[in-house]
């Protein structure tokens, strides 16, 4: 594929249940990067995958939050004993590079998956 | 603490009309800052990437300017279609880190 992909689009759940969220970054880039855009909040971000390096999860919002990247390419967003706070749109994006002391790259999106907790 | 905002929240304007966005930024310090467009129900379309050491970027009828001393970012836009009509997003990602902060955004309407 071309771009950045990620499933389900949508997933509707209940309260307290566990949900996984998948993103396939653009092949051959490096870093993946995880947000969420939530009406009254805006774009905000949660967390950051480069290469080998040990991810930066500054932006996760509670411990029921987690990721992980799998061989360097898929990822995985996983929200634990879901609230209804959590119904929001979750991106991912990827970029070519990113290295310390270097300009970021451009960031490409995903369509988004649209998560509703019930 | 890095923040964006971005002015005006929403236009609406005339087909053929030029027009300027602008997002502001609170703190210098930054590698990138990017424009995006969102239709709605839609992910985040890329515009223009500035790098830090650049002043503008330029794509058919789009032009995005960087003034990082003044913390600010302005998005032209010529000769306006129907089609530009979305939520124009600004993102920095600043010096140290490689998130981006988010504007809270434009909606431009433009009336055929």
């Known amino acids: 594929g071309a771009g950045v992909s990620q499933s389900p689009s949508n997933k509707v759940t209940e309260k307290g249940k566990d949900v996984e969220l998948r993103c396939d970054p653009i092949?051959?880039?490096?870093?993946l990067y995880w947000y969420r855009q939530s009406l009254g909040q805006g774009l905000e971000f949660l967390i950051y995958f480069q290469g080998n390096s040990a991810p930066d999860k500054s932006g996760l919002p509670s411990d029921r939050f987690s990721a992980e990247r799998t061989g360097g390419s898929v990822s995985t967003l996983t929200i634990q004993r879901t609230q209804q706070e959590d119904s929001a749109v979750y991106l991912c994006?990827?970029?070519?590079?990113?290295?310390?002391?270097?300009?970021?790259?451009?960031?490409?999106f995903g369509p988004g998956t649209r998560l509703t907790v019930t | 603490k890095q923040e964006v905002t971005q002015i005006p929240a929403a236009l609406s304007v005339p087909e053929g009309e030029n027009l300027v966005l602008n997002c502001s930024f609170t703190?210098?310090?930054?590698?990138?800052l990017q424009w995006f467009r969102q239709d709605p129900g839609k992910g985040l379309t890329s515009l223009l990437l500035?790098?830090?050491?650049?002043r503008e970027q330029t794509s058919g009828r789009l032009n995005a300017s960087l003034d990082k001393s003044s913390g600010r970012s302005t998005l032209y836009i010529a000769a306006s279609q129907p089609g530009d009509s979305a939520t124009y997003l600004c993102?920095?990602?600043?010096?140290?880190?490689?998130?981006?902060?988010f504007g809270t955004g434009t909606r431009l309407k433009v009336l055929a």
């Open positions: 703190d210098s310090a930054i590698y990138n």
């Open positions: 993102a920095v990602s600043p010096a140290g880190t490689y998130k981006y902060i």
């Open positions: 994006a990827s970029s070519l590079v990113a290295l310390a002391g270097v300009n970021s790259y451009e960031q490409y």
């Open positions: 092949s051959g880039h490096t870093a």
């Open positions: 500035i790098q830090s050491s650049q």
